[in-house]
């Protein structure tokens, strides 16, 4: 188990690139490496990017690949790669805004403290629908892991959305705190909710 004063990662070396999402919770920035996508933000939540960890912009990634589509044989540029991430990371966002995705397939790596990854690894085991104490996230993480600093790290996460941290709440079953604001935690909370318990609060 490691300690929560660990310090980040060293970023790497690796380019990346950004696009803007438009949302029902607003304008959501995408950021990804050939590899992975490695964050989305609010556009004016708390503990918003650098420029730095943004990257360059591709404005419409599906406009993009059509654009620079290469030959099979071909290998794809980073760029090119990356901007296949955000495609798909839009694609896969519409789907879970429109009730017809639960879970997303693409591959994460957000940069953080070894804490900080611990836990956000553990948010991705809670499914939708369901929600999560800070609490309970303490101890499933390790013993000694206390309770502040699992909600440091979630306040923390680096990629909203399909690591989700607004499936945390209070132990009293409060929204708490959300980087992205409390109105979209609940909204996003009401919108993975089953639909045989969205129904069952119609009668």
């Known amino acids: 188990m490691t300690k929560a004063t660990d310090s980040p990662q060293p970023p790497e070396a690796l380019a ?27 556009e004016d939540q708390a503990h918003f990017p650098l420029p730095h960890e943004l990257g360059g912009l591709i404005e419409n990634p599906g406009a993009y690949l059509r654009e620079h589509n290469t030959a099979e044989e071909e290998e794809p540029t980073e760029e090119y790669a990356a901007a296949q991430l955000l495609s798909r990371a839009e694609v896969e966002l519409s789907e879970y805004f429109e009730r017809k995705r639960t879970s997303f397939t693409l591959p994460l790596d957000p940069e953080g ?40 790290a979630v306040g923390r996460n680096k990629v909203s959305i399909m690591i989700p941290c607004h499936r945390v709440i209070g132990a009293d079953g409060s929204l708490t705190g ?18 045989e318990v969205r129904e069952a609060r119609l009668f």
């Open 113 to 152: 403290t070894d804490f900080q990854l611990i836990v956000w690894e553990h948010l991705k085991t809670v499914p939708a629908g369901y929600t999560t104490t800070y609490g309970e996230i303490s101890r499933a993480v390790g013993p000694g892991a206390p309770a502040q600093a699992v909600g440091q």
């Open 16 to 42: 990346r690139w950004y696009t803007r999402y438009s949302s029902p919770v607003g304008v959501l920035y995408i950021a990804a490496r050939a590899n992975a996508i490695v964050g989305i933000w609010y």
């Open 178 to 195: 959300y980087a992205g604001g409390v109105e979209r935690k609940q909204f996003l909370l009401d919108l993975e909710e089953p639909e």
